[in-house]
């Protein structure tokens, strides 16, 4: 039922990858051809035929055998492995071939230029052949000024510093040194937060000779980036041309209405003899003489490579430029992480979180939107293994390793908030949910709009939610993708399908094993909360379910994803989804993801459970008076940060277009609990009928239903007083009974029906008799 897990993809992609290798062997070995030395700080070794001194690379061909390296491929970036093509040329057996890695792009000439250089202690060099197999590959360490880095002896391990460079010659004379990069504290004399006023920010070091070089686009600073010689000036950005704010996200992309607010991004390194003597430190620093004012969100800040987001080869932001591969924004997986900073900042400006994280794009459909949702990866490559801090004041976790910056333009309603309401209204339910924190985001100092930073639904989540081991559990999904396979394995789940397809739930006896194995409490208030937002991008998508693995462990379902909620207030989905008519060809394209909840409502016990918690949260969870009042307080939350997310995104399309679209979800609040009752009395004959209503004083129940049952009625005032009390046996020859208030003033009562044991209160109008 369940694909293989990507874990297992991986295993066995390794094991193919491993008999390639082996039937390559032969020929790679006959034509070995290595990285042999490198030099990333040239200051005098050697000049190129301008009488430059760029970094360079030298190749080796170790083989006995002619080389032609006609298309083979040098890069500094895995993922772009067509970045420079050789031209053709042919590497002779002990030959050494030198190449200039100095952006100028040549081909023709007294040497070889690559499109790109190379960053003291940041590059990774590769080189791949004509078939796109890596040959061989330099992983960056820092050499400094006057070193090099290679084999010695020539395309033999390991690698080492080397004292005297030889381009172009043989390593095997050469000096090797032992190198330890020297270390010193860079210290900012002002950290990032709110400026009302520009102020001079003075960068410093503890040793003497120790340079600073720094950036101010969200790069990451190295040797090639500015020298810091005096206090940078920080002030306000306004006048400054948008930057990234133009970059063209998706062919529907609209730019900006205008300039956007933008902050001052500094990051900067400390250098001793080209060699890195600490970690990158970034600030961010958000200028503006209203700024502690300006927003009512806490602020995210960003920085990263512009490349990284979006460049053409490599951006995960953008369509890109990769044959074959589709947008870039839809690829995923570990190859399209990329290298973030982030800096979280509390609605007082006051920096809470600085760390270097990893980031991928998030999400399915909506990737193709203009603003992405962005998911954010906490690792120890990138610094730190968690993110140590209570994102959700409401939530007791202090420690995360995922978090989702989940953008607005995934609501198909555009009321920016809707999938966070439906998160907040649905609390009281027994759901496994995401905390959610809106916020603002920017991306290289410049303003990218809200988002709502939410938890990920991860083997993480559910270790610090119920104390399970992270790496003993099971969880699915189904998505238009078809199923999947997250963690662990869909065993237990298809015994449990396959049990089913074999015993009639119908019968008490089988329906009991079967809530051993399932929460029964959670699978309802799951379907429930799904089928009264009338969802249409579920159940055939967007389900997903877990469970521990161990003897007693229960699957459970976990509730995201409402973007496609509350549009259709008629949307007629509890027939749809609980039909048993094999020739609906409706049924048929639901057949699988609603399984379980049409073999469960056969049953008795579990179909009474089902109603009664329906007409429950019906009454309470969706009552409208509650939803239009959540609606409300989003509403007044949001309101002052609206127009600038509109000005940037163009969506909505102006703010009188968002305050109609909130209107429209009210309406849905006040419309959906009476299609939904509509829809519980046809299919179930549920006893609820209240009439006449408005009533002077004489009103009828109307039981809908043929069995002998015990009702009980009581009025109340609504004040809570009770006032009258009626208990009453149904039969077929009476399905309902009369009622009469009297010598009550007129006003709202609220009649509470006990109907067997389902409970409705109905609310009653009495106008003066």
């Given at each position: 039922m369940f694909l293989l897990s990507s874990k297992r993809l991986r295993i066995c992609a390794i094991y193919i990858c491993v008999l390639v290798g082996l039937?390559?062997?032969?020929?790679?070995?006959?034509?070995?051809?290595v990285i042999n030395?490198?030099?990333?700080?040239?200051?005098?070794?050697?000049q190129d035929e301008d009488g430059d001194t760029p970094d360079w690379i030298e190749l080796y061909n170790a083989s006995t055998t002619p080389v032609d390296l006609t298309n083979w491929v040098i890069t500094d970036d895995s993922l772009e492995i067509d970045k420079w093509l050789f031209p053709a040329i042919v590497m002779q057996p002990g030959a050494y071939l030198l190449i200039f890695a100095s952006d100028k792009d040549r081909k023709e000439g007294k040497y070889l230029h690559t499109s790109f250089r190379l960053g003291a202690g940041r590059e990774s060099v590769f080189l791949y052949n004509q078939l796109g197999q890596r040959v061989d590959d330099y992983i960056s360490t820092c050499i400094p000024s006057g070193f090099s880095y290679g084999h010695t002896p020539d395309g033999t391990n390991?690698?080492?510093?080397?004292?005297?460079?030889?381009?172009?010659?043989?390593?095997?004379?050469?000096?090797?040194?032992?190198?330890?990069?020297?270390?010193?504290?860079?210290?900012?004399?002002?950290?990032?937060?709110?400026?009302?006023?520009a102020f001079s920010l003075q960068l410093s070091t503890g040793l003497p000779g120790t340079r600073i070089y720094y950036t101010l686009d969200g790069s990451v600073p190295d040797e090639n980036a500015q020298l810091y010689t005096s206090p940078i000036q920080v002030k306000s950005r306004k006048g400054d041309k948008n930057d990234v704010?133009?970059?063209?996200?998706?062919?529907?992309?609209?730019p900006p209405q205008g300039e956007v607010f933008k902050a001052t991004v500094i990051r900067a390194v400390a250098y001793i003899d080209a060699c890195p003597a600490g970690p990158v430190i970034t600030h961010t620093y958000f200028v503006d003489e209203k700024m502690p004012q300006r927003y009512t969100f806490p602020i995210l800040s960003i920085a990263t490579d512009r490349s990284d987001f979006f460049g053409k080869k490599k951006g995960i932001y953008v369509s890109g430029e990769n044959d074959g591969l589709g947008e870039n924004f839809f690829a995923s997986g570990k190859e399209w992480e990329r290298s973030i900073h982030v800096e979280f900042f509390n609605e007082n400006g006051a920096r809470a979180i600085a760390q270097g994280m990893g980031a991928r794009i998030h999400g399915r459909g909506s990737r193709k939107n203009p603003q992405k949702s962005v998911r954010i990866y906490a690792r120890e490559e990138y610094g730190a293994e968690w993110l140590n801090f209570q994102m959700f004041p409401d939530l007791a976790i202090e420690k995360f390793k995922t978090l989702i910056l989940r953008t607005p333009d995934a609501?198909?309603?555009?009321?920016?908030?809707?999938?966070?309401?439906?998160?907040?209204?649905?609390?009281?339910?027994?759901?496994?949910?995401?905390?959610?924190?809106?916020?603002v985001v920017f991306i290289n100092g410049e303003y990218w709009g809200i988002h709502n930073i939410r938890e990920r639904f991860d083997k993480h989540y559910f270790a610090q939610h119920y104390g399970?081991?992270?790496?003993?559990?099971?969880?699915?999904?189904?998505?238009?993708?078809?199923?999947?396979?997250?963690?662990?394995?869909?065993?237990?789940?298809?015994?449990?399908?396959?049990?089913?397809?074999?015993h009639d739930l119908a019968e008490d006896v089988y329906y009991q094993y079967i809530s051993t194995q399932l929460d029964i409490a959670n699978f309802i208030d799951y379907h429930i909360a799904h089928l009264f937002f009338a969802n249409w991008d579920w159940p055939n998508n967007n389900m997903r379910f877990w469970r521990p693995r161990t003897p007693a462990g229960k699957w459970r379902w976990v509730f995201f994803d409402c973007d496609a909620c509350m549009i259709q207030d008629s949307y007629k989905f509890l027939y749809l989804y609980s039909s048993r008519e094999e020739n609906d060809l409706k049924y048929k394209s639901y057949e699988e993801s609603t399984f379980l909840l049409r073999n469960l409502l056969q049953n008795r016990q579990f179909r009474t459970l089902f109603l009664q918690k329906f007409m429950y949260h019906l009454n309470t969870t969706f009552e409208p008076g509650r939803i239009i009042k959540e609606i409300q307080s989003f509403t007044q939350t949001y309101a002052p940060e609206v127009l600038e997310h509109i000005y940037r995104w163009n969506s909505p399309d102006t703010y009188t277009t968002w305050v109609q679209n909130l209107e429209e979800i009210k309406l849905f609040a006040l419309?959906?609990?009476?299609?939904?009752?509509?829809?519980?009395?046809?299919?179930?004959?549920?006893?609820?009928?209240?009439?006449p209503n408005p009533s002077n004083g004489e009103f009828q129940v109307d039981l809908g239903d043929d069995e002998h049952i015990p009702l009980n009625i009581q009025v109340y005032t609504t004040q809570g007083q009770l006032i009258q009390t009626y208990t009453y046996v149904s039969s077929k020859e009476a399905k309902g009974v009369s009622m009469k208030l009297t010598h009550q003033p007129a006003g709202l009562y609220i009649v509470r029906i006990q109907y067997g044991s389902l409970v409705f209160n109905k609310k009653l109008v009495l106008y003066k008799q």
């Open positions: 039937l390559l062997a032969t020929e790679g070995n006959a034509q070995r051809v030395e490198l030099m990333t700080s040239n200051a005098q070794t050697i390991p690698k080492t510093h080397l004292l005297t460079p030889t381009p172009g010659r043989s390593n095997n004379e050469s000096l090797t040194a032992t190198i330890k990069p020297g270390k010193d504290t860079l210290v900012f004399s002002q950290s990032g937060g709110f400026f009302t006023q704010s133009e970059e063209e996200t998706v062919a529907t992309w609209q609501d198909f309603s555009q009321t920016i908030f809707k999938d966070e309401l439906i998160q907040t209204l649905i609390r009281p339910m027994n759901l496994d949910l995401q905390a959610t924190r809106p916020s399970v081991d992270s790496e003993s559990i099971d969880f699915l999904g189904l998505s238009l993708d078809g199923n999947e396979i997250i963690e662990g394995d869909g065993q237990h789940y298809a015994n449990m399908i396959q049990y089913i397809r074999n419309r959906r609990p009476i299609e939904m009752l509509n829809q519980l009395q046809t299919l179930y004959q549920l006893p609820v009928l209240l009439y």
